[in-house]
């Protein structure tokens, strides 16, 4: 699917606005099979709630989404990858289940093609933990977003996160 997190704000804001820890990427659960192929040379490991389990660990997979990519020479991570529930082709919130958003409307793509998340889905998953780089990433990224996009946002976090303090910082 597409870069996330605060390098996909980044990709849609235009420019770096700050320093990254990782590169994290979104797939589609079903689409994670691909992701396995194209880096065939390293090791994946499952991870959530502080801890990680092989890629073997079939109850492990099947019950987190997040998996971080290994050399196996280094035992270094260099990529985290999120699988997302979806049908089809319609993107299904892991926080809510009733939030879904066609693909369509979920990726974006630079001017040279490269696949983001959109910016209010971003911050929907930022919103959790709201750490200093998620407040940056909020108050940068806010004003670019055009109505629709501020709309669903608000929408979201109203219904995950109620109360939060950038529902406040929205009107």
Same mark, same amino acid.
């Given at each position: 699917m597409g870069v996330r997190g605060g390098w996909a704000l980044d990709l849609f804001g235009g420019s770096i606005s700050r320093e990254h820890e990782d590169v994290e990427i979104t797939v589609p659960a079903a689409g994670f099979e691909a992701i396995r192929t194209a880096f065939a040379?390293?090791?994946?490991?499952?991870?959530?709630?502080?801890?990680?389990?092989?890629?073997?660990?079939?109850?492990?997979?099947?019950?987190?989404?997040?998996?971080? %990519?290994?050399?196996? =020479?280094t035992?270094?991570? &260099? $990529?985290?990858v999120f699988r997302e529930p979806h049908e089809g082709n319609t993107w299904i919130c892991?926080?809510?289940?009733?939030?879904?958003?066609?693909?369509?409307?979920?990726v974006r793509?630079?001017?040279?093609? %490269?696949?983001?998340? =959109?910016?209010?889905?971003? &911050? $929907?998953f930022k919103a959790r933990l709201a750490r200093p780089k998620d407040e940056a990433d909020f108050k940068r990224t806010l004003p670019l977003l055009d109505e629709a996009s501020r709309r669903w946002l608000r929408s979201a976090l109203e219904r995950i996160h109620p109360g939060h303090a950038w529902l406040a910082r929205m009107e």
């Open positions: 040379g390293y090791e994946f490991d499952v991870v959530g709630a502080a801890q990680r389990w092989p890629l073997s660990d079939k109850a492990a997979f099947d019950f987190m989404h997040q998996t971080w %990519l290994r050399d196996p =020479a035992g270094a991570y &260099l $990529l985290d892991r926080r809510d289940p009733t939030i879904r958003r066609p693909y369509s409307e979920v793509r630079t001017d040279a093609g %490269l696949p983001y998340v =959109a910016p209010e889905i971003g &911050l $929907l």
